[in-house]
């Protein structure tokens, strides 16, 4: 019995645990977002409708829906900027740093497309490296537009993501990028399966 009970307090204390611990990497659509609230509790920008049309933007672009707001701009030369073609979003020139910052200061949870393209807009087999305001950093081969990189911060707010300069030649390309809430297990559901857990040794003890 003080065996299940020291389980079932550390159970909980993982959970509780959770409100500092570093960001989680997943690497599918699918899994990222089996963790993130749904709509309205998330915001998924597929950036076919933009704002102000499409071109490019000196200054960056913003967006927002669901109570969820974000800019993103290029930074690297005199003339950083950005350019929406479509249905993506891309530096206009190439080895630029693309960075976006959450300014609703809600979001715990980021995912999207983030792969490079030529001059010519064609996907290019190059290393892709992201990094997130904790300092969780992940970098990985691109090698389609369908890459996928999707975090979840159970720490601080998530409130930037930074592409790091991909190189000569190479821009920072993001498209389908879902921002939003995770999902936060309910300690009373945990106490809950741990007093059924201790009923049910104390039956099978009789």
């Known amino acids: 019995m003080f065996k299940s009970s020291i389980f079932c307090f550390l159970l909980l204390s993982a959970v509780s645990a959770q409100k500092v611990s570093a ?35 000196p200054s ?9 707001t974000y800019n993103a701009a290029a930074a ?29 200061g809600n979001v715990t949870a980021v995912g999207g497309n983030f792969y490079l393209t030529n ?25 389609t537009s369908a890459e996928y990189r999707g975090f979840v911060s159970t720490g601080p707010f998530i409130t930037s993501l930074v592409m790091s300069a991909p190189g000569v030649n190479l821009r920072n390309s ?3 990028l879902t921002v ?3 999902i936060i297990p309910e300690p009373a559901s945990v106490l ?15």
């Open 23 to 57: 960001a989680t990497v997943f690497t599918s659509s699918a899994s990222f977002l089996s963790n993130v609230q749904p709509s309205p509790g998330s915001y998924t920008e597929d950036f076919s409708t933009p704002p102000s049309g499409f071109g490019n933007y």
């Open 76 to 104: 690297g030369l005199p003339l950083a900027e950005l350019y929406l073609n479509e249905d993506i979003i891309v530096t206009q020139a190439t080895n630029e740093v693309l960075t976006i910052n959450f300014t609703s």
């Open 180 to 182: 939003g809430a995770r």
């Open 119 to 143: 001059v010519l807009e064609q996907t290019v087999v190059a290393s892709v490296t992201l990094t997130l305001s904790d300092s969780t950093t992940v970098s990985f081969s691109s090698a």
């Open 174 to 176: 993001i498209d389908n």
């Open 192 to 206: 809950s399966m741990c007093s059924g857990f201790l009923l049910l040794l104390q039956r099978r003890r009789r």
């Open 60 to 68: 960056g672009l913003g967006f927002s829906s669901n109570g969820f």
